[in-house]
């Protein structure tokens, strides 16, 4: 059944009708967008039903990815894409005097995630649903979201993100499906007397923990999967029970907020308390479904599959063990081997300070039962190998040293699969970071680089450029972004060119009324729009962009004739809110801002812009406007990143460094459409291993590098002596940890290039074209599609 416009009118009415009493004239944007999420949501609620019945009448393979972030952004459009309505909607909603884009609007940015690690999870939850893959997010349904951000006099200022504070159209509540887990108290092992050790608890205390579930729909194919959330509730009655526990209020409000940090661990009880809440709430509703299946325990690596998102999850692979030795009286050694085949790993990162490891006595005291598993682990992990290797290797990667618990290993033992995000983050994780453990588990490693969920990051947030690619190339590419490349026919078709740069002309207009309500910052879409937009980190280099904006400023200050193309620098970032280094950088940029924005002198060539708040719905207006996407980190830092992989998709021609996945950008488009500058990760390490970098020489030596940073403490920059005397030192007293300067002037040659380029339309408007035409290497699709068959082993269900 085609469901037409007129059905569709029909039933909004309707549905309005029923919910709210009102008629259309009468109603608010948020009811109206209510009633069209209830309408959304009834549209696929019967192929969710399906979906789930089918993968268990067929035991279906499934995986389960475990992911302390996700990070969806708005669902609406994205809903409607992928049910193949939303063009019906659209034009239904303009008869009806409503634009869908407003209703859009009234939607909560969904933000559970702090950046990279679960926008990735998003993406995938996307494309597996997208490729009919069997598998469900598992995770945490908090109730303060990333912190809103706002800037007073330039400084970051965090307030609470209240999403849930209207009702979120997405999720069901399902208490039947709620399950205890046990913090606390003290584990006694006794012997049954078949000669087993049982685990006998005393004290302690128990949060129910219920699962908020929500559909992912796939794109034009029937299948919805579930991404299912964890919030943890306690009674009044139990709370009474446990008033005498000195950290209850803690435990009360378990799943109240995220970590605002993605780096390093603060208030580390609490969060240690969120990992294996998540942890067991999963793992025990994944057992519980397996049993229904009514299979042998030994085989559970035949239904279920379980992925590791970075190392939060990792006690994924003590509790599984836990369940089958406690609860199921399997023998550890069965046990262990059916864990192993059960559990996959992905590393997200070679910072060390983001490598977790936990206190033994936190374990301990948090979850004493998971700690003596871990024990366990390791102890046999030292016999199994002792004699083999030789000792120190295997004192190196055991689970537990120096009274710390370390997580990836614990999920590297656990594990039959590790991989890294891109091919330079998985040569270093074999032959550095992680090197030991590929001396053991070599068979274990394996590269799946990131994607991106390429409708979100075009079709829906770039429908200009989408129609323009119809008009040219068909629509094919809609479902397989590889047919892109049927661009590269056209490299020279005038007027094809001519329709990208107006589509992006036109975004970039959408950009330019966007900065002037929000900053009241007039630019000119005919500038170059150079955008970095990112965690506010010290590795991602933020400061490089800054010193460059303030080299040009200070050489238009001593020559106003200057002939440089307009430029606009766009900023969005967050910064963690204990970073100061990070707030710095923020304060600095917005006096920038300030003082350039101000200057007639400079008549308006150069403008900089810091957009507050960055989030999903906000890279879905900046990324379609980008001309220059800013991945600028210090080679061997960013393990893949992604947002360079939309702005690609969009056409923008990247500046970047030899890191991540910049590299297989540069591979797909050819060394002539990308700017690469900066140091190679083997002369960093060069650096490490020779400890010869030395900053201040450079600063005393190069008398640009000198004037640049002389800008943070002689007042060039108002306002901010103390945030540019703690910068001045992190580049020359702290010897520059990111080597910034080193890689500075290479950066502005890159940019003199980017200037020069930009210069010549045609060459430009290609550049974009080959760009557009090679962004089908980074569909999630593809990624996920990898996973399934190297790592998960999990294909699409048969269809009747
Ligand atoms: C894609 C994305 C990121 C990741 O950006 P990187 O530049 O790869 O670090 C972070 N936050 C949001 C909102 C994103 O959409």
């Known amino acids: 059944m085609t469901f037409t416009k007129k059905n569709f009118k029909e039933e909004f009415e309707e549905r309005l009708q029923e919910r709210f009493a009102l008629s259309i004239e009468d109603a608010s944007n948020k009811e109206l967008y209510e009633t069209l ?46 049910l193949g309505i939303y063009d019906t909607v659209e034009e239904g909603l303009k008869d009806l005097g409503i634009s869908l884009d407003d209703l859009a609007k009234k939607e909560p940015d969904m933000a559970l995630g702090n950046g990279g690690l679960g926008r990735l999870a998003s993406c995938f939850m996307d494309s597996l649903a997208s490729i009919g893959m069997p598998g469900n997010g598992n995770g945490i349904r908090y109730e303060y979201g990333l912190f809103k951000q706002k800037f007073v006099d330039g400084y970051q200022v965090e307030l609470p993100d209240e999403w849930l504070n209207s009702r979120n159209m997405w999720e069901v509540r399902r208490e039947s499906k709620a399950v205890d887990v046990h913090f606390g108290g003290k584990v006694y092992l006794i012997e049954t007397p078949t000669g087993q050790l049982k685990p006998m608890y005393k004290g302690g205390y128990s949060i129910k923990a219920i699962p908020y579930d929500t559909g992912m729909t796939g794109f034009e194919n029937d299948t919805v999967n579930t991404m299912r959330l964890w919030s943890a509730e306690v009674t009044e009655e139990e709370k009474a029970n446990f008033q005498h526990f000195e950290n209850r209020q803690e435990l009360q409000n378990l799943t109240s907020v995220l970590y605002p940090d993605d780096s390093n661990e603060h208030g580390r009880r609490f969060r240690l308390s969120q990992e294996y809440f998540f942890v067991s709430a999963g793992m025990q509703s994944i057992f519980n479904y397996y049993k229904t299946l009514d299979l042998p325990m030994t085989e559970m690596n035949k239904a279920i599959a379980i992925h590791i998102n970075d190392t939060h999850p990792a006690m994924c692979v003590a509790e599984l063990m836990r369940l089958f030795v406690d609860e199921e009286g399997m023998a550890w050694e069965k046990a262990w081997d059916v864990t192993t085949k059960v559990m996959s790993y992905t590393n997200h990162t070679i910072m060390s ?44 990667t055991r689970i537990i040293r120096h009274d710390q618990v370390h997580m990836a290993h614990l999920a590297i033992i656990g594990s039959h699969s590790v991989n890294g995000v891109a091919k330079l983050h998985s040569d270093l994780l074999k032959s550095v970071v992680l090197k030991d453990f590929y001396a053991i588990y070599p068979e274990r490693f394996n590269n799946k680089t990131n994607g991106i969920a390429q409708r979100r990051w075009s079709q829906l947030s770039n429908p200009l450029l989408s129609k323009t690619l119809d008009k040219y190339i068909g629509k094919t590419w809609r479902k397989d972004t590889g047919d892109l490349r049927l661009l590269l026919n056209h490299e020279n078709n005038d007027k094809l060119l001519n329709d990208l740069a107006n589509a992006k002309y036109e975004n970039k207009k959408r950009l330019a009324a966007y900065i002037k309500e929000h900053n009241q ?34 050489d238009l200050k001593e020559n106003p004739d200057l002939d440089i193309t307009p430029r606009v620098f766009i900023f969005g970032a967050k910064a963690a809110p204990s970073y100061h280094f990070a707030k710095s950088v923020i304060k600095l940029i917005n006096e920038t801002a300030n003082l350039v924005n101000n200057d007639d002198s400079i008549q308006g060539k150069l403008k900089v812009v810091f957009l507050e708040n960055y989030n999903v719905s906000l890279a879905e207006i900046i990324i379609p406007a980008a001309d220059v996407s800013e991945q600028i980190s210090l080679a061997s830092k960013e393990a893949s990143g992604t947002s360079n992989m939309k702005f690609m ?152």
């Open 353 to 396: 300070e983001a490598l977790e490891k936990w206190q033994t006595s936190l374990i301990k005291e948090v979850c004493p039962r998971i700690f003596q598993i871990i024990e366990e682990i390791d102890r046999r992990y030292v016999e199994e190998w002792q004699g083999v290797f030789d000792d120190e290797l295997i004192k190196r």
């Open 37 to 82: 999420g209830k309408l959304v949501t009834s549209h696929y609620s019967r192929n969710w039903k399906h979906t789930r019945q089918d993968y268990l009448e067929e035991k279906q393979k499934q995986v389960y990815y475990f992911s302390i972030e996700f990070l969806p952004g708005r669902m609406l459009k994205s809903n409607l894409l992928n």
């Open 521 to 554: 910052v007039e630019v000119s879409p005919d500038a170059i729009f150079d955008i970095q937009i990112k965690r506010l980190h010290a590795y991602k280099r933020q400061l490089m962009n800054l010193m460059h904006i303030i080299k040009l400023y200070l």
């Open 649 to 800: 998709l969009n056409g923008a021609i990247t500046l970047a460094t030899l890191d991540g996945a910049n590299i297989e950008i540069k591979d797909a488009v050819g060394d002539d459409n990308i700017a690469i500058f900066g140091l190679t990760e083997a002369e960093v390490y060069r650096y490490y291993n020779e400890q010869n970098y030395n900053a201040s020489d450079i600063y005393q030596n190069n008398p640009i590098i000198h004037r640049v940073v002389n800008a943070f403490v002689d007042g060039t920059i108002p306002n901010c002596s103390m945030e540019g005397q703690q910068i001045f030192d992190s580049l020359i007293k702290y010897n520059d940890e990111f080597f910034v300067l080193r890689d500075f002037i290479s950066y502005c040659e890159a940019q003199e290039w980017i200037d020069e380029s930009y210069k010549d339309k045609k060459k430009w408007g290609k550049m974009s074209l080959t760009n557009i035409a090679h962004a089908g290497h980074f569909s999630s699709d593809d990624t996920v599609r990898k996973y399934s068959e190297d790592i998960w082993r999990i294909a699409p269900i048969r269809k009747h």
